[in-house]
């Protein structure tokens, strides 16, 4: 190729690069990241801004600046273009400047540059408004939206704090107590307690002892039924509130899609709808007390659960085959058999029991009777309760081990001693699981102090059962 081609040819690359450096130029200060702030009102959006973290003095010396460093560019490129026209037009024609011209050129390529340098200058002239467009997208969710709320909001203020508690009860908020849980959380939590209370297994203990626990269980069951339910209506009363926390997180989303200017608008009008939202939250903010009561219910509940797997089952089985306690079958049953035949009453029960073997009729002797009350207890499906219809069972079951023995003796005796065993047992296993102590590992599990052992753990259960019954039948 000859020098006169090699200069056109570079020359041309040389026109070719600034026409892309103009539409660069162009199209970098058409966008709307930084044309738009030549279309807001910084003075009238000045909160906003400064709520944000932006600086409307900044981004007004910016819009003083950039346009400054963009004409500088465009007026380089331009004269490096006519520069270049010029080159062109003197080898038209002299062929012999063809090695000097092609020297110009490249030293014109040389200079060309340094456009590079001046690109930095102006991307550095808008880096504010860069900023400016991040900081914006950060308020796109609704935690910082309340921040901007409050302070955008006149005369609306106090009515904040006690909206944004109750507004926690509809949204997970981070960084806020770990133990704090939105509504719709917390109404998964009674229904798994359920499950886990009723998957305890207490098969391997005497039957009145698993009836005992049937019965603490059953309470507890039918106490979390009770939140369940109030959850629901609490639920159900916020419904409206629920679906204005969707629409403006829906609006939020929307923004994403917005240059500066649309989401200076948009983030004004989210904040009036967040403000109307926290204002009408004021008005329920004694939700968030009543909610306070249901954690605490479930924290009880959740620790009966862990203490009925973890120590009271387990113990009560090691306490029931130990020799002498009073959870054995055989202590009780011993005991209560010797009580049946010593002293003066038994001498005469033995005396009249061996007249009625000898008539024939069916009489026991001590040996039997032990059998029959460690029975008693090992079988025993009925102990709580005292309508007719609990007391017609326990009477069936009681006539099922001695309605065999004659009326009135000895059998009026034997029925006697029977339900007597029955209550003396019970009421030890109810000692039992009343007097365990709670560890304090499992203390530190509540959020609200524990009483130290079981019973008033129960009685607190009871109230907390008798509160929510109440407030659903007000509901």
Same mark, same amino acid.
């Given at each position: 190729?000859?020098?006169?081609?090699?200069?056109?040819?570079?020359?041309? *690359?040389?026109?070719?690069?600034?026409?892309?450096?103009?539409?660069?130029?162009?199209?970098?200060?058409?966008?709307? %990241?930084?044309?738009?702030?030549?279309?807001?009102?910084?003075?009238?959006?000045?909160?906003?801004?400064?709520?944000?973290?932006?600086?409307?003095?900044?981004?007004?010396? @910016?819009?003083?600046?950039?346009?400054?460093?963009?004409?500088?560019? *465009?007026?380089?490129?331009?004269?490096?273009?006519?520069?270049?026209?010029?080159?062109?037009?003197?080898?038209?024609?002299?062929?012999?400047?063809?090695?000097?011209?092609?020297?110009?050129?490249?030293?014109?390529?040389?200079?060309?540059?340094?456009?590079?340098?001046?690109?930095?200058?102006?991307?550095?002239?808008?880096?504010?408004?860069?900023?400016?467009?991040?900081?914006?997208?950060?308020?796109?969710?609704?935690?910082?939206?309340?921040?901007? @709320?409050?302070?955008?909001?006149?005369?609306?203020?106090?009515?904040?704090?006690?909206?944004? *508690?109750?507004?926690?009860?509809?949204?997970?908020?981070?960084?806020?107590?770990?133990?704090?849980?939105?509504?719709?959380?917390?109404?998964?939590?009674?229904?798994?307690?359920?499950?886990?209370?009723?998957?305890?297994?207490?098969?391997?203990?005497?039957?009145?002892?698993?009836?005992?626990?049937?019965?603490?269980?059953?309470?507890?069951?039918?106490?979390?039924?009770?939140?369940?339910?109030?959850?629901?209506?609490?639920?159900?009363?916020?419904?409206?509130?629920?679906?204005?926390?969707?629409? &403006?997180?829906?609006?939020?989303?929307?923004?994403?899609?917005?240059?500066? *200017?649309?989401?200076?608008?948009?983030?004004?009008?989210?904040?009036?709808?967040?403000?109307?939202?926290?204002?009408?939250?004021?008005?329920?903010?004694?939700?968030?007390?009543?909610?306070?009561?249901?954690?605490?219910?479930?924290?009880?509940?959740?620790?009966?659960?862990?203490?009925?797997?973890?120590?009271? &089952?387990?113990?009560?089985?090691?306490?029931?085959?130990?020799?002498?306690?009073?959870?054995?079958?055989?202590? &009780?049953?011993?005991?209560?058999?010797?009580?049946?035949?010593?002293?003066?009453?038994?001498?005469?029960?033995?005396?009249?029991?061996?007249?009625?073997?000898?008539?024939?009729? @069916?009489?026991?002797?001590?040996?039997?009777?032990?059998?029959?009350?460690?029975?008693?207890?090992?079988?025993?499906?009925?102990?709580?309760?005292?309508?007719?219809?609990?007391?017609?069972?326990?009477?069936?079951?009681?006539?099922?081990?001695?309605?065999?023995?004659?009326?009135?003796?000895?059998?009026?005796?034997?029925?006697?001693?029977?339900?007597?065993?029955?209550?003396?047992?019970?009421?030890?296993?109810?000692?039992?699981?009343?007097?365990?102590?709670?560890?304090?590992?499992?203390?530190?599990?509540?959020?609200?102090?524990?009483?130290?052992? &079981?019973?008033?753990?129960? @009685?607190?259960?009871?109230?907390? %059962?008798?509160?929510?019954?109440?407030?659903?039948?007000?509901?």
């Amino acid at each position: 190729m000859s020098t006169l081609s090699q200069t056109k040819s570079l020359l041309e *690359a040389i026109r070719a690069d600034l026409k892309r450096e103009k539409e660069g130029l162009i199209n970098f200060l058409k966008s709307p %990241k930084i044309a738009d702030w030549q279309t807001i009102d910084l003075k009238k959006n000045q909160p906003l801004l400064a709520a944000i973290g932006i600086d409307p003095n900044l981004i007004n010396a @910016a819009l003083i600046e950039y346009p400054k460093q963009a004409k500088k560019i *465009a007026k380089q490129i331009s004269d490096f273009d006519n520069e270049i026209g010029n080159q062109m037009a003197d080898l038209i024609g002299q062929p012999d400047l063809a090695e000097p011209a092609l020297a110009q050129a490249q030293a014109l390529e040389e200079r060309c540059r340094g456009l590079a340098a001046m690109k930095e200058e102006l991307q550095g002239s808008t880096h504010q408004f860069m900023v400016a467009d991040q900081l914006l997208r950060q308020q796109l969710e609704l935690r910082p939206m309340l921040v901007i @709320a409050k302070l955008l909001t006149v005369g609306k203020r106090e009515f904040f704090d006690g909206g944004i *508690a109750t507004l926690s009860l509809l949204v997970p908020f981070p960084g806020a107590d770990e133990r704090n849980q939105t509504i719709q959380e917390m109404r998964q939590e009674p229904g798994k307690l359920t499950e886990r209370l009723q998957r305890l297994d207490v098969t391997k203990l005497p039957r009145l002892i698993e009836e005992v626990l049937f019965h603490h269980i059953e309470v507890a069951v039918a106490a979390t039924k009770e939140v369940d339910e109030f959850l629901v209506t609490l639920s159900d009363r916020l419904t409206r509130e629920v679906e204005g926390v969707a629409v &403006i997180e829906q609006g939020l989303s929307a923004l994403q899609a917005e240059s500066p *200017a649309g989401l200076v608008a948009g983030i004004t009008r989210q904040a009036g709808m967040v403000a109307n939202l926290i204002s009408a939250l004021y008005h329920k903010r004694q939700l968030k007390e009543t909610m306070t009561t249901v954690n605490e219910a479930l924290d009880l509940l959740n620790i009966f659960h862990l203490l009925l797997k973890n120590r009271i &089952i387990p113990d009560l089985q090691k306490e029931v085959a130990l020799p002498g306690s009073p959870l054995s079958p055989i202590t &009780i049953a011993a005991k209560m058999t010797r009580s049946f035949f010593v002293g003066a009453a038994g001498i005469i029960r033995s005396l009249k029991l061996m007249m009625t073997s000898l008539t024939g009729k @069916a009489a026991i002797n001590e040996n039997e009777l032990q059998l029959t009350l460690e029975r008693a207890i090992m079988n025993c499906k009925t102990f709580y309760g005292t309508s007719r219809e609990d007391l017609k069972k326990m009477k069936f079951y009681i006539d099922s081990l001695v309605g065999q023995y004659p009326k009135p003796f000895p059998y009026n005796e034997l029925f006697k001693l029977t339900r007597a065993t029955l209550t003396t047992y019970g009421d030890e296993v109810e000692k039992f699981i009343n007097n365990h102590e709670i560890p304090k590992e499992m203390q530190n599990l509540s959020a609200s102090p524990l009483p130290a052992k &079981i019973g008033p753990l129960l @009685a607190a259960i009871a109230r907390h %059962k008798a509160i929510f019954q109440k407030a659903n039948a007000d509901n």
